[in-house]
């Protein structure tokens, strides 16, 4: 059988990418996906430029990767969407912004680990391992209460996730500690 009968993945995913003066439009779809009891998690990976601090907008704070407490959620975290989800930031300046518009579950990862939907390893991840934060689109792995029978109803086999990412490196007066501060001349409605 194919693999979304046998194994529950999507017929087909497709990706749409509308470029602007500063960034770009990313949406993406999964189509056509089938129930499975078998464990299973889908990302959208944004890898981080090199030499970048990995930037989460957290409750409208930022927070760097490696700022995470010890024994804290280093591998998961809830971001906000407005002005931005994730910033890649480099030499105190915005390098890159990532809002996403249909997850909020972003995931760190190290080149030799994750994404991951799994809290463990719970020590700090220095922000100098962190290679990319991945946004997890479907998760069907928490088998404590919940079936594992994803999608449950018929209507809900297709998925879309949206981002917009700004390319811009000219940003000023963004701060990772401290008050936020976003730029008053950026604005989305402008960009894209």
Known sequence: PPPQVKYGAPASMWAMYNFTGTGYTLH?????????????????DFPKPPGALAVLNKLGHDIAVGQVAANGSVWQHMVGHSPYS???????????????????????????YGPTVWPVPMSPVPDSKVAGISFNMLNNVWDVNFVFW?????????FRARFRVDLADHLDDLTVDGDHQVDAKLNWRDIL
């Not at 910033?87 to 390098?95: D, I, N, T, V, W």
């Not at 994803?150 to 297709?158: G, L």
């Open 28 to 44: 993406s779809w999964s189509l056509s996906k089938t129930p499975t009891r078998l464990m299973e998690a889908f990302y959208i």
């Open 86 to 112: 994730v910033a890649f930031r480099q030499q105190g300046k915005a390098e890159l912004r990532v809002q996403s518009l249909d997850s909020s579950l972003a995931c760190p990862r190290t080149a030799s």
């Open 150 to 158: 994803y999608p449950y109803m018929p209507t809900e086999a297709n």
